[in-house]
């Protein structure tokens, strides 16, 4: 068997001991592989610098379920991270069961690296039933929502409440979603009838469903899966999952086009040879 033979029949062990390795070395270590910033993602980033710490409250949505939270989970993060840097006051809701989870993950990570004070700063006041209804009784009366946070605490003594009376208390509104409800909910709710400035982390598949909104501007900004994340984290200038996953993702494709391209070339020189 020639060195063409070789290189045609190339043992699959060696091929999943390869992919194994480039993609487990972005996950420990981002390589920060260069991205063009979508301006949807832009928008984003925009509207969180634009918010006045001293003044302004965000509401972060965590309406995400545990199967879409690979593409969804990367950009509340780098998001909240982004606020906390900022020093925004940020209310963690959520409207699907999961959420207060993903919340506290969001919460655990922030802190790490800022030195937030839970219920001054950040609160994750927990899950409210009744999906697009809830969305509603919280819009009109959000002081009262809740009796206690997901921590147990009473939300009324807390001082990132105070002055929140109403949804157009609130300066933004970022809402991580994967399902129902959904913007379409938000929209119908709160950005409609209010016109609180709204935006959205969404799953890959659900961009194109969402874009029409986007170009109305009633979706003022909106990040497109994990490529978002990324995006958002080139922005902020903290490479983390987002950028880590879409590295592997990048070095993935490129070593199996390597090996197709490999066993191509091999291939036609092979069958030269023998002519």
Do not use: C
Request: glycine content about 8%.
């Amino acid at each position: 068997m020639n060195w063409l033979d070789k290189l045609q029949q190339i043992d699959r062990r060696v091929i999943y001991t390869l992919l194994l390795v480039v993609l487990l070395i972005p996950m420990f270590r981002p390589l920060g592989i260069p991205l063009e910033v979508n301006m949807t993602t832009q928008k984003v980033y925009d509207l969180v610098q634009a918010l006045d710490p001293a003044r302004d409250v965000a509401l972060f949505v965590m309406d995400y379920s545990p199967g879409g939270s690979p593409d969804v989970h990367p950009q509340a993060l780098i998001v909240a991270e982004h606020l906390a840097q900022r020093g925004v006051r940020t209310i963690m809701v959520s409207f699907v069961d999961a959420g207060p989870m993903f919340a506290e993950q969001v919460l655990d990570h922030v802190s790490k690296k800022y030195d937030i004070v839970y219920g001054t700063d950040f609160v994750n006041l927990g899950y409210l039933a009744g999906m697009e209804t809830a969305i509603k009784n919280f819009a009109e009366a959000p002081h009262t929502a809740f009796e206690r946070d997901f921590r147990n605490n009473p939300v009324a003594s807390m001082p990132i409440m105070a002055g929140i009376t109403h949804i157009t208390d609130i300066a933004f509104i970022i809402d991580f979603q994967t399902g129902d409800p959904g913007y379409n909910a938000f929209l119908k709710q709160v950005q409609g009838p209010y016109g609180v400035t709204y935006a959205a982390g969404i799953v890959t598949v659900s961009v194109p469903n969402a874009m029409p909104f986007v170009q109305s501007g009633q979706i003022s900004g909106l990040l497109q899966g994990l490529r978002g994340a990324a995006e958002y984290e080139v922005l902020v200038g903290s490479p983390g999952a987002g950028a880590a996953k879409m590295d592997a993702q990048s070095l993935g494709h490129l070593l199996i086009i390597g090996f197709i391209i490999v066993g191509n070339v091999a291939y036609f020189l092979n069958k030269k040879k023998a002519v």
